[in-house]
């Protein structure tokens, strides 16, 4: 009986333990998800009409999850500590909805990224085109594209140097940086998603042991 609670004891701190790393891990990836989506590159996108909403839509369900796991972080540790077996089924269905969140947005990342990619250039295409066709009118859109991503034009910048940052030397073709600075964002984030769902299997193992081992210590008493 006396090896049986010294068990019990054990998952319950490995379960404690799990949670403050989880809501931990929850506040980084609320972080990450925010400061990809309104800091670094895309920032500048926030206040244009058309805007890359295939990148953002696996921001928003990683930042949606996040919250999830800060939450649940704090729901697991009040399940391990009173070792109720409702609480913790729930904190299990809890892991189960972040999991498949993450999962999602990690195979979004990688398998989207291609049709993200496209609907970035295909932006910058019209931006590109509308600034050719008006010159005198000016492009926002274009001046934006061009200091997020630190580009100018195309093959050639002539066309639309005035457009192009002060700062820039040399020639930068924005399609290329698009599709380098686009691929390499997507990739941190489909890695952060899966790398939390892993993270979460074992937590729903954790939380399984420790429920079926508070029924058994339930039954022998």
Known sequence: MGRFRGGLRCIKYLLLGFNLLFWLAGS????????????????DFSSEDKSPEYFYMGLYVLVGAGVLMMAVGFFGCCGATRESQCVLGSFF????????A??????????????????????YEE??????????????????????????GKESSEQV?????????GHKNCI???????SVKLQLVGIVGIGI?????????????????????????
């Open 93 to 100: 269905t809890c892991l189960l909805v972040i999991f498949a």
């Open 176 to 182: 290329d940086e698009i599709e380098t600075i686009i």
């Open 102 to 123: 993450e999962v999602t947005t990690g195979v979004f990342a990688f398998i989207g990224k291609g049709v993200a990619i496209r609907h970035v250039q295909t932006m």
């Open 28 to 43: 980084a990836v609320i972080a990450f998800g925010l400061w990809f989506r309104f800091g670094g590159t895309m920032k």
């Open 197 to 221: 769902a892993g993270l979460t299997i074992f937590g729903m193992i954790f939380s399984m042991v420790l429920c079926c081992a508070i029924r058994n210590s339930q039954d022998v008493i």
């Open 127 to 152: 931006a590109y085109n509308d600034y050719l066709r008006d010159r005198e009118k000016g492009n926002g859109t274009l001046i934006t594209f061009h200091s997020a991503f630190q580009c100018c």
């Open 161 to 169: 140097q005035p457009t192009c940052p002060k700062e820039l030397l």
